[in-house]
């Protein structure tokens, strides 16, 4: 379900450094260009073209400039009827436990959850809801689980945090890359909550630096088993908590015989001994999920315990948390839909110089705009689940647009709300004011928002780099090197010059769109090759110094995130038209609301980062903070001069 707060500050730290490393090794039109004859420079690009990367992902794609919407159009769903009916038989039983049992103030209040809703969860399988059958789980789909993760998000993130922190990442590990004989000893008394599963990565030296980390697992010399020292903190879970999932350095032996540290995964008992915990942390939000330190003395873990192989241990960080991400954006979907609610009960009610509050057109905009801002993130978040039920392997990015996007949409919203309620939403019995602590950690754990954003464009880079390196390199000496550019496809300077001159494709988005959101799929196609020219253009001008320009990163990963919006909304607004909704109008409306003004923060981004006073400002802000830092003192005077 929702996520554990023993990720905060975690990243994709291995995606990332190997973007990293890709772009520094001679990705991206790196190398230097040496001078050839044509032919030899035609068979150069098409070996590259041959190694290049293939993907159906919408987002790694639109770093080509390419609009590929074959997992997004038309609206995906990957359910049949069967799986379809059984998770709406859910919804009521669900729906009804978690408002007429679980108590969110008093869970709140006493900084755990009450016993009663354990065990009710516990009877419900919600500590299982992916674990197959045949393991005593309900073996959900990512649709189904999403949808029920909606009525945790809608009462109780609390509750969500502690049943996410279980299952979406404690014991995840397990479920996808654990051995049958690892799934068969351990899934079956997590899936009914007999016991409870952490997520061990953070330590004090490691937030998003997670190659920092300083627990260490020794082998013993028999092979048998590892020794395991170290300690983490802020575990969800970690004082209740009775397996663990554990990452820690263990001492690898290269093929020329050096010795190197790379990190493996382990399946940790408390029964082995030497696991403690120090006490509850006192949390702004979140207050009921249980979140300690956790300390590894001695520890002697069996070798049958490692997942997955010694040394891989980032690739198993790394997949536990892009599967386990998705929950995310349907969990805040559901509390932006009770934030919502609220805001509209109030201004229906309230009088104010003599009108109801709906009647003024500031309301009307508030409300309009909370509704969009729900809108997309339910969309993307459904798109989403889709492509991992479908079996796509690419949407690590979609993933990561997903939990960013709807991190922030959830502040905005649940601010919002607090702002039209006034005094009352500022009041604990409300309880707004709860919603909105518990939200500001979304925004920090499962990957910080900022390092997710440099995540989403060196990957997206990295992505480009392995398939049109040489057309940027070509660019470079467009006429002498006309050949490189015909082989990636006649049409390409071609396409270039359009999108200059402002011209969109018929692309398959303009093709599968209904005509109410004809003009939003315009405008998102030329949003898809301006973005294309402009990674193209970054990567000629800066090179290898891309790498290190994270507020240029930032700028390209906004401009994803809302041209991946733009296209959830089109496509889904045009599923609702053609099914006939009764939402369908409304939904077109508020489709081309968020397409319209999305494609003029693109707009003005690209044009940013080519503007020679961005430069210049980013310069600037470098300046000041490096003043900030070196005098450790605010850099204005004071108005009075003491």
Known sequence: MLKSTGSLFRHNQLSTLGAINYIRNGGVAMTTTTTTTNNKRQL??????????????????LFLGKCNVSQ????????????????????????????????PFKNDADAEIEPRTLEGLKEMGAFGLQVPVELDGLGLTNTQYARLVEIVGMNDLGVGIALGAHQSIGFKGILIQGTEE??????PKLATGEQFAAFCLTEPTSGSDAASIQTRAVKTDDGKAYILNGGKIWISNGGIAEIFTVFAKTKMTKEDGTEVDKVSAFIVERAFGGVTNGPPEQKMGIKCSNTAEVHFEDVRIPAENLIGLEGEGFKVAMNILNNGRFGMGAALSGTMKTMIMKATDHVTD???????????????????????LHYVTESMAYVLCASMDAGHKDYQLEAAVSKI????????????????????GYMKDCGVERVVRDLRIFRIFE????????????????FYGQNMGDVTKALKSPIANIPTLLSFGSGYVAKRASTKMGMSDNTDLNKLSHPTVADSAKLASKCIKSFGISVENMAMKYQKKFIGMQS????????????????????????AQSKGHDSADNESAMANIWCQEAAKRVEDGLKT???????????????????????QNIIPTHPLGF
């Open 182 to 187: 690892q799934k068969a000893k351990y899934l």
């Open 350 to 372: 309230r009088v104010q110089f003599g009108s109801k509050l709906h009647d003024f057109q500031g309301i009307k905009e508030k409300l309009a705009r909370m509704s969009v």
């Open 405 to 424: 996007f709807a991190s922030e949409a959830a502040w905005t919203v649940a601010d919002e709300t607090l702002q039209i309620l006034g005094g009352m």
């Open 44 to 61: 150069s690009t098409t070996q590259r073209m041959q190694v290049g990367k293939e993907s159906n992902s919408f987002i790694q794609n």
């Open 447 to 462: 990957g910080t928002n900022d390092i997710l954003r440099f995540f989403l464009t060196l990957t997206g880079v990295q």
């Open 72 to 103: 997004v159009m038309p609206y995906p769903t990957a359910l049949d009827e069967e799986q379809l009916e059984f998770v709406e038989s859910l919804i009521d039983p669900f729906t009804k436990f978690m408002t007429e049992v679980n108590d």
């Open 609 to 631: 980062l080519e503007d020679p006073q961005f430069a210049q400002r980013v310069k600037w802000m470098g300046d000041i903070s490096k003043d900030l830092v070196e005098t």
């Open 552 to 575: 240029h990163q930032t700028i390209m990963a906004n401009a994803v995130i809302d041209i991946f919006g733009m296209v959830s909304v089109i496509s889904r607004a045009s599923d």
